[in-house]
């Protein structure tokens, strides 16, 4: 169950999917928690059940599994909080994220041998406030995103006895760490609860009315400029400056991601991380993180920003949603097979779940761990075996691909470029 690295990789598990996928792609932890108290209320099916599964699998995987609690309660979640702490108990977890200072002393109370890790939504970003919170039992804190390199310098100097952990990837929100009103004040639905609307990613516009009074009109049209809108978190290229600054965990955003996004980012961190390990040369480690961004630039984003690392205000995309995307993630490989029927024994098919549509003769991409490699698609076949001339996803079935090539990893994703799509 224990780590031997140095370094720590952790990523987001929305669901037990996820989970697997993550570990496979390079994390060295997860974290995830039940909706009721994660800010993650929506697109996630865990359930206790699950989490005791889930942190089974992970220590199976010599692996670690980290439970969030990091809701803001309010008086009516503390007995249900409680509850579920004494349902933890009972299990092998590797710690609890928190923000809530009431909730801590609940975990104290509950869970006295338990690692205690400070979310960033607790927005620790000097010394102090860093010594304060390891004072009241954080073992670990997790950074603010604001909090510049420089500062991080002076924290590890300061409190080396805390550790801290920085969050290097994914989606910013535009108010402080995450603790944002707009959701709840415009739909009802709080953001320090988990469940945010995401206002800030809305398309606005203004509109006049005949006495000349202004109002937002929210619309996502295609009119209107989305003025909220930050670029991603991407701090890949800086990865090595913050261990040298004292940071020795390496947070992912994105539990609400496809498998696709969040294997293919876990992996280029990882094989970041692994250079930075192993102290390879500068010059090597730069081709790497040059190879692995360009990985991460075929993804759906918005553009991306080295946030507050460096002291600056983080870059906001307005001119549109996100980042046109070149590229479309078209299925997961479920395992190989070869099939029955008697002419065609000695093909090689991979079985796959579609999530969108593929034809014969498409020239596909697989993503591996290890890499990746182009194919076509000579012949696809249905559950039942027979010929068919496309897949497509959200059916729920399953097909066979026969691309001419062997010993295809289960868990390996395919994508395919988008035809007649400008940048």
């Known amino acids: ?167 290097v990837h994914g989606a910013m929100c ?54 909220f809108n930050s670029r991603d978190l991407n701090l890949l290229a800086y990865l090595n400056d913050l261990r040298k600054a004292g940071v020795t965990f390496f947070k992912i955003e994105g539990r609400n991601k496809s498998v696709f996004y969040l294997s293919v980012v876990v992996r280029a961190y990882r094989k970041v991380l692994d250079a930075v390990l192993k102290k390879k040369p500068k010059q090597e480690i730069q081709k790497i993180i040059r190879e692995e961004q360009k990985e991460l630039n075929k993804l759906f984003r918005r553009g991306y920003t080295a946030g507050f690392l460096l002291g600056n205000e983080p870059e906001h995309f307005i001119s549109n949603s996100h980042k046109k995307c070149l590229y479309e993630f078209v299925g997961e490989v479920i395992e190989n097979k070869k099939l029955k029927v008697e002419s065609k024994k000695n093909e090689n098919l991979i079985k796959i779940k579609p999530h969108n549509a593929v034809y014969k003769n498409d020239k596909i991409e697989i993503i591996s761990p290890d890499g990746n490699q182009m194919t076509r698609i000579k012949e696809i076949y249905n559950e039942s075996e027979k010929v068919v001339q496309s897949a497509h996803g959200g059916q729920n079935k399953f097909y066979y691909l026969n691309i001419g090539k062997k010993n295809i990893k289960p868990m390996s994703l395919l994508r395919k470029k988008i035809k007649n799509t400008k940048k």
């Open 1 to 167: 169950m224990k780590n031997n690295k140095t370094l720590e990789l952790l990523a987001p598990a929305g669901n037990t999917e996820k989970l697997k996928y993550a570990f496979e792609y390079g994390a060295d932890a997860v974290y995830a928690g039940v909706p009721d108290f994660s800010l993650r209320a929506r697109i996630n099916d865990f359930t206790p059940n699950k989490l005791k599964k889930g942190i089974e699998y992970a220590h199976q995987k010599g692996k670690k599994f980290y439970i969030t609690i990091n809701i803001y309660a309010h008086n009516i979640h503390l007995k249900q909080a409680e509850r579920h702490l004494k349902f933890l108990k009972k299990l092998d977890i590797d710690g609890i994220i928190v923000s809530d200072p009431g909730i801590l002393t609940l975990v104290k109370k509950n869970l006295p041998n338990v690692n205690i890790h400070l979310s960033t939504q607790a927005n620790a970003l000097n010394w102090r406030a860093v010594k304060f919170w390891g004072e009241q039992g954080a073992k670990r804190v997790i950074l603010a995103r604001e909090t510049t390199l420089k500062e991080i310098k002076e924290i590890k100097k300061k409190v080396p006895e805390v550790e801290l952990e920085y969050l």
């Open 174 to 227: 535009m108010s402080y760490s995450g603790r944002c009103i707009l959701s709840q004040w415009m739909t009802g639905r709080s953001a320090n609860l988990g469940d945010c609307a995401q206002p800030c990613r809305w398309k606005y516009s203004t509109v006049t009315d005949s006495q000349k009074k202004f109002e937002i009109d929210l619309e996502e049209d295609k009119n209107g400029t989305y003025f």
